[in-house]
């Protein structure tokens, strides 16, 4: 009887026990559900994105022949500037060797005149005019008659040729008069349309440039907001793992342990030296450092390397940005001391995190080197860091 009741005692009390662990386990239990049904929300809106991307690169496809057919296009146009301009420099030398015998003509019609003025300045006397006649009648003899005669039939034939090639050049000149301003007509009708192949050109350019621009804009939005919905399924698959482990684990279910098993400087010596092995063995991926085959091939993201680095401290961190930032106490950058995490603007606000290590250097997975030592003091991190600085280990 003694035996059958200790045997009940016994039974009772662990039946006690899973009854008292019961709650917590239903928590976490709920708290799964609940985060499913959260990531089956992100991945949906994940699918939707996806293919709000690929409508984008198909956009982005089309465009990009588009912008070859301007590209081609601005070739074509200043293919016809350079000939139109080559035409424009050759009317202009034919209207300078026009402008020239226009100005010898004119010289020549002066100088015929010059002439004409003279015979008849030589037919004058005493002030008055004599005809050809007059000439005539005034001979002396038969004989003066005669050559007086010759003489007149020779002016006046030399006169009619020099009337002649008057005429002849006036006509001539009048002709290249015409052609001057037809030249000129030319070439402002040339330089008119010129004017407007570059007000073409300069009109698509523009239209280049705002489409390019309007692209990237759309595209980064997309990438962005996948790479948000990418990295909050990231993190509510931790949460889950974790609230898994602690139902399968009930002794853990609320062992959250910041304490530091260690001194404070050995702590920090761990810290800034654990990633050493992995500088220039490791690579950056999306979600990485939360299983032992990413840890054990160097495969971090910037906020689980954090986190894996305090843990060989025995501090336990979280694995996401959002979490690390606002998770121990926030010093300002001037009284920074290694050890301390150190976050900045990338993607998103506080999207990169590092562990400070002295000196305007920290320690991090870098999207472009993996784990790797960095300077925030010059170059793309001093542009990107946002003067957070959190501190884990205290004194």
């Known amino acids: 009887m003694k035996k059958k009741i200790t045997t009940f005692s016994a039974s009772l009390l662990l039946g006690l026990g899973i009854f008292s662990a019961m709650p917590g386990i239903e928590a976490r239990a709920t708290n799964i559900s609940n985060i499913q049904e959260q990531r089956s929300g992100v991945k949906n809106e994940l699918t939707k994105t996806n293919q709000e991307i690929t409508q984008v690169q198909d956009e982005l496809a089309m465009l990009s022949e588009q912008i070859k057919r301007v590209e081609l296009a601005i070739i074509d146009n200043n293919n016809m500037i350079v000939q139109t301009e080559a035409k424009v420099n050759e009317?202009?030398?034919?209207?300078?060797?026009?402008?020239?015998?226009?100005?010898?003509?004119?010289?020549?019609?002066?100088?015929?005149?010059?002439?004409?003025?003279?015979r008849v300045l030589s037919l004058q006397e005493s002030g008055g005019k004599v005809s050809y006649f007059e000439v005539i009648l005034g001979s002396s003899s038969f004989s003066?008659?005669?050559?007086?005669?010759?003489?007149?039939?020779?002016?006046?034939?030399?006169?009619?040729?020099?009337?002649?090639?008057?005429?002849?050049?006036q006509i001539d000149i009048e002709n290249k008069q015409i052609t001057v301003e037809k030249k000129l007509a030319d070439l402002k009708n040339l330089k008119i349309e010129l004017e407007g192949m570059q007000?073409?050109?300069?009109?698509?350019?523009?239209?280049?440039?705002?489409?390019k621009e309007a692209l990237k804009m759309k595209e980064q939005e997309k990438l962005s907001e996948k790479a948000n919905l990418q990295q909050q399924d990231s993190n509510l698959a931790i949460k889950e793992a974790d609230l898994r482990?602690?139902?399968?684990?009930?002794?853990?279910?609320?062992?959250?342990?910041?304490?530091?098993?260690?001194?404070?400087?050995?702590?920090?010596n761990i810290v800034i030296h654990a990633g050493e092995k992995y500088i220039g063995n490791s690579v950056y991926?999306?979600?990485?450092?939360?299983?032992?085959?990413?840890?054990?091939?160097?495969?971090?993201?910037?906020?689980?390397?954090?986190?894996w680095a305090f843990a060989q401290a025995g501090i336990k961190v979280g694995a996401h940005t959002d979490i690390l930032?606002?998770?121990?106490?926030?010093?300002?950058?001037?009284?920074?001391?290694?050890?301390?995490m150190v976050f900045f603007d990338t993607y998103k606000i506080d999207g990169h995190v590092g562990i400070y290590l002295g000196d305007g250097k920290f320690i991090g997975s870098q999207s472009s080197t993996g784990i790797a030592i960095a300077d925030l003091s010059s170059g793309f991190y001093a542009k990107k860091f946002n003067g957070r600085v959190m501190r884990i280990i205290n004194d």
């Open 144 to 169: 003066d008659f005669v050559d007086r005669l010759g003489a007149v039939a020779t002016m006046v034939e030399a006169d009619q040729d020099l009337v002649k090639q008057h005429k002849e050049d």
């Open 199 to 211: 007000a073409q050109i300069l009109e698509q350019k523009e239209q280049n440039d705002l489409l």
């Open 325 to 340: 930032k606002n998770t121990g106490t926030r010093v300002p950058f001037s009284e920074a001391r290694p050890g301390d």
């Open 91 to 118: 009317t202009e030398s034919e209207v300078e060797v026009l402008e020239q015998e226009l100005s010898y003509i004119k010289g020549r019609i002066d100088k015929r005149n010059e002439i004409i003025k003279k």
């Open 285 to 307: 991926v999306f979600g990485g450092g939360r299983n032992a085959y990413d840890v054990s091939n160097g495969r971090f993201d910037c906020s689980a390397f954090v986190s």
């Open 245 to 268: 482990a602690a139902v399968t684990d009930p002794d853990n279910l609320f062992n959250v342990n910041y304490s530091i098993p260690v001194s404070t400087n050995e702590a920090i």
